[in-house]
């Protein structure tokens, strides 16, 4: 191996060195997140089964959003974002359904009361 004569060579192919180096490790350590783009997808897909258009429709439409833009981003290969984003939209689907989910259970416990209230009427009236 011959040496390097230049002095100033020797660091600036270290340095280019050092950057590859880093540039494929920063590559490489963002895998495409798949995973959680799907996750994030039946989360939707159960805040509008459960009503979320309906009764959370803020949350849901944040969700939707969230999901294009996660969508956009893995397209874009830009995996931390697309994973952010997919996972922000997961949290806001689940606010929907979970909302969706209390407001149906408020409404049945109302229906419930109104039809005890009139059972009671009746009965009071066949009492008397």
Partial sequence: MTPIKNPGTAVALASLAMAMATLIAGCASVAPPTEQLAVSKAALNSATSAGGNEYAPISLRSAVLKMDAAERAMTQQE?????????????????????????????AASELQESNRVLREEIDRKAQ
Avoid: P
């Fill in 79 to 107: 995996y931390l974002q697309a994973r952010q984003l997919a996972e922000q939209a997961q949290v806001d689907a689940q606010l929907a359904a979970a909302t969706a989910r209390a407001a149906k259970a408020q409404k």
